[in-house]
């Protein structure tokens, strides 16, 4: 049984201006990117997520500030710290998440293989787990 998830790396640009990232569909990031949406503004000890995707495949990043993301496979547990703009989180379908310990002024942006459908999401923990058990 893998983590359903994996670190991904980007390349900065960097001169005496500062730094660039791109990020690209299907090379920097490995599907098409169907959707991007961003949280921010998140108040100090609030959780977010608390779900499953059946199909989707996202990066999450942290374009500035830092937050936790808490993973579960339904057989693995792990929590994951970002605070790099140039790091991506990339979670497989399958894969349980809370995210927590928003930092003042995070902002986290996510990169989605699929535009927005609510019938993707497994919103019951029990439910996840017999989904991920059969
Ligand atoms: C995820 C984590 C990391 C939309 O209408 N369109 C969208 O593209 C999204 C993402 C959400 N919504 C609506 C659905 C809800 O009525 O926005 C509301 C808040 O969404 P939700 O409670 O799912 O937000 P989070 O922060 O708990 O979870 C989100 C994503 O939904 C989820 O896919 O993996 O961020």
Known sequence: MTDNFEIINF???DDIRGKLIAIEGESS????IKRVYYIYDVEENVERGGHAHKDLHQ???AISGSFTVNLDTGQN???IFLSRPDEALWLK?????TMSNFSAGAVCLVLASEHYL???YIRNYQEFLEFVNH
Request: glycine share 0%.
């Open 93 to 97: 379908p399958n894969t349980w998440r």
């Open 59 to 61: 990066t999450l990043i």
């Open 77 to 79: 547990k792990s929590s």
């Open 118 to 120: 609510e019938e993707d």
């Open 11 to 13: 390349h900065s640009i």
């Open 29 to 32: 990031i490995p599907f098409e």
